[in-house]
């Protein structure tokens, strides 16, 4: 559909409703398609037996339909569903109209699963304007949020933080006019943890940007100031890499190791001859425990550890240090990254601006686009308060709001947090929120999309999986019964490196990393959850070509295969093409301009009508998985066609067929097989097949104009049954075919 037609109308959960011209070229269509395919039959069928219409070899599905060798089992009311993400003022006024929740629903999905972007920047929020500060003087300290009901929230805001200080560790952190200095969170000291400091080390990674030599560190401490600390420098490559793995070690400078230090400014000679390295690390183990600047009121002021600058550089031989990093063009400043950030903020922090907030929970519960459905939800945590987090939901059972799951903060491995600390902070969160109920079902880490298991830096065992030592933190603790769930993203791909044949990489990539996080010791009764869900973590071409579309199918499919529990697809809301390094492009279901009007539809809102409305039936049950395979390859050994068999509670066998043969169709047969009852057998009676793929969907890239065209719908065809039946699948098409299997009703 071009840029400038007018939007379909759709309603949620029902088949595709067309406006008057459109519905009659697509009936045309499909009548001419529906014609043909039945003067084929009367001539004889589909295909003679062993050969596809082209005379090419029949390919044979085959599902293993033994009760014993079930995959998977999974309710798609509550395992398929999309996600809501920030909006700004204006766009969540225009996108919570019922023309729109209507749209996002139309595709199919069940639930939805409500995203953090605020604390994924750095922020903290306000999930609502009525609550109280430690410090109601002055508008400041530690925000807590009332579970007071008052009027409907609609909008919440995102609050920087002054303590961020010189840290950019993150993801575009959220900027604030009153950064002061780096200070790290006070509740992963002693006063909170129940445990030594020792046992939480905070620090500070300055980097280079290259390496430089280095035999000179100049430190201004402010308050709480580390009495104990050391210096050290890396020896490898990347040293802040958690999603490949840190390729080298720390090394303490000979003289980096201090004392009983008083804070202010220190320069330390950390060795004679300097060193090359590009990364610098300050590992503080022991506080001061001296009050900041906003006073003794108030404990989280008092504890942690707090930095106003680190500079690296030598000593010349008048004694007077030279900052190495010193770069006259104001160019390729170091970086630094931190392993934690104090909340603490002022009402003047606020980012009012109307260009980055989120829905307010009344408005996203209220406005329908929860299906109805129990809803994920977030709370804060790297960047909020255990008091704050529990207001939050107390609030939200008051208003009786249907609560899935909940999310415990976002991404700490892309914070550069370390599992120790992120466990610390998830059991006094936890610890606040069962207090309020004690059958919330809590979850995290959230982590980023990553295809490997997280390493980081060795722990005193020499441990380096991010996911194995905080299971193990929990563990010692006695609170691994608090996670109820592990969740994660999946973006498998590097967005300017994609190509056709990245498609065969999916369904193994899904599986392995499911499998990852049962070898770091995941219990096999806590579910795996996606929460967020595309090709990339950044914008890309192939977002919104045919390939988008194939690669959903096969991620959906691989992930139930491989044992997952529910998937959240990212993101339903309308947004507008942009420019990507493969081409235009956008994240959404829709093609929308920059007021969210619709003006035409996506690969993967048609793959997510095949996925929700033919494959799987919402509001009917629980679905079977069981394994199904088609043979399919090309002379390289790549699969070309994948195959997905669920059992539905209606009686039907549903199978996804994705062929990812750009080039070709491929014709296959479908055989079911029990080995136990030592049956086999076919489709019989009435088949449905519907397919969608690149006969009925083109992605024009004509920069801001790009569009599709044709723009869908699914077609459904004629389809045969008995054991010599054959289904053509058109190339790079997702088909399903579902129909019973008489002797295998369950």
Not at 374 to 382: D, E, G
Not at 576 to 588: E, H, M, N, R, Y
Request: glycine content about 8%; aromatic content about 12%; proline content about 7%.
């Amino acid at each position: 559909m071009k840029a400038d037609t007018k939007a379909h109308n759709l309603a949620p959960s029902t088949p595709l409703k067309w406006t008057f011209c459109w519905e009659v070229l697509k009936g045309l269509a499909l009548a001419a398609t529906f014609f043909a395919a039945a003067a084929h039959a009367q001539n004889g069928g589909p295909a003679k037996a062993g050969t596809g219409a082209s005379g090419a070899p029949v390919g044979i599905v085959r599902v293993d339909a033994t009760s014993e060798h079930m995959l998977n089992s999974f309710d798609p009311d509550s395992a398929l569903g999309s996600s809501i993400d920030v909006l700004s003022r204006t766009g969540i006024d225009k996108v919570y109209t019922p023309h729109i929740i209507q749209e996002a629903l139309s595709a199919g999905w069940g639930p939805i699963t409500y995203r953090n972007n605020t604390e994924l920047r750095m922020a903290t929020w306000h999930w609502t304007e009525n609550g109280t500060w430690s410090d109601p003087a002055h508008q400041s300290g530690y925000f807590t949020g009332s579970a007071e009901l008052k009027e409907p929230l609609r909008y919440i805001l995102a609050y920087s933080l002054p303590h961020r200080g010189f840290s950019t560790s993150g993801d575009r952190p959220v900027q604030g006019p009153n950064l002061s200095y780096w200070k790290s969170n006070p509740y992963l000291t002693s006063k909170f943890t129940g445990e030594s400091d020792f046992l939480h080390p905070q620090w500070v990674v300055m980097d280079l940007r290259a390496a430089k030599p280095v035999s000179a560190i100049r430190i201004t401490w402010a308050s709480p100031y580390a009495t104990t600390y050391q210096v050290d420098y890396w020896i490898g490559k990347d040293a802040l890499d958690f999603d490949q793995g840190p390729q080298g070690e720390w090394k303490a400078f000979p003289s980096g190791r201090v004392k009983n230090s008083q804070g202010g400014t220190v320069i330390l000679r950390l060795t004679e001859a300097p060193v090359s390295t590009q990364y610098l690390r300050v590992w503080m183990t022991e506080s001061s425990n001296t009050c900041d600047l906003h006073g003794s009121d108030d404990v989280r002021n008092c504890v942690g550890y707090a930095i106003q600058a680190i500079d690296a550089g030598s000593i010349d031989a008048s004694g007077v240090f030279v900052d190495v990093a010193e770069d006259a063009s104001g160019q390729n400043k170091p970086r630094y990254h931190s392993s934690s950030i104090d909340p603490w903020h002022s009402a003047a922090d606020v980012n009012a601006s109307g260009n980055y907030q989120h829905s307010g929970f009344d408005l996203f519960f209220t406005s329908g686009l929860t299906n109805n459905l129990p809803a994920m939800i977030p709370v804060t945590l790297l960047y909020g308060t255990p008091d704050d987090a529990a207001a939050q939901i107390a609030y939200l059972e008051k208003r009786g709001y249907p609560i899935a799951y909940i999310e415990m903060g976002e991404e700490p491995d892309g914070k550069h947090a370390l599992p120790e600390d992120y466990a610390a902070l998830y059991i006094q969160w936890a610890t606040a929120l069962h207090k309020v109920d004690p059958k919330l079902k809590l979850g995290g880490p959230v982590f980023e999309g990553v295809n490997e298991d997280i390493r980081v830096w060795p722990d005193a065992q020499g441990r380096t999986s991010w996911m194995g030592r905080f299971l193990d933190y929990l563990k010692a603790h006695k609170h691994l019964r608090d996670l109820a769930f592990v969740s994660f993203e999946h973006y498998p791909f590097d967005r300017c490196d994609i190509t056709w044949k990245a498609l065969y990489r999916e369904p193994e990539l899904m599986k392995h990393i499911l499998q990852v996080w049962r070898e770091d010791g995941v219990p096999k009764e806590v579910p795996l959850i996606v929460t967020e869900s595309h090709l990339s973590a950044g914008l890309t071409g192939p977002m919104s070509t045919i390939f988008a579309a194939l690669w959903l199918a096969d991620n959906i499919g691989s992930f139930f295969e491989g044992g997952g529990a529910a998937f959240y697809h990212s993101p339903i809301q309308p947004q507008p093409v942009q420019d990507s390094c493969l081409g235009w492009a956008t994240w959404s279901n829709f093609v929308a301009d920059r007021d969210y009007r619709i003006t035409g539809y996506t690969s993967p809102y048609f793959a997510a009508h095949m996925i929700n409305l033919e494959w799987v039936q919402h509001r009917s049950g629980v679905h079977h998985m069981f394994p199904s395979s088609t043979g399919i390859k090309d002379s390289e050994g790549n699969v070309l066609v994948t195959s997905y068999a669920v059992h539905r509670p209606d009686g039907n066998w549903s199978l996804m067929l994705v062929n990812r043969d750009e080039t070709n169709p491929h014709t296959v047969r479908v055989v079911f097989e029990d080995s136990r009852s030592q049956r086999s057998g076919s489709f019989s009676g009435p088949v449905t097949l519907v397919t969608f793929g690149s006969e009925q969907y083109v992605w024009k890239d004509d920069g801001p104009n790009s569009h599709a065209d044709p723009d869908g719908p699914p077609a459904a065809v004629p389809a045969a049954d008995g054991p010599q039946a054959t289904y053509t699948l058109p190339k790079a098409s997702i088909t399903v075919l579902r129909g019973r299997v008489q002797g295998l009703e369950r």
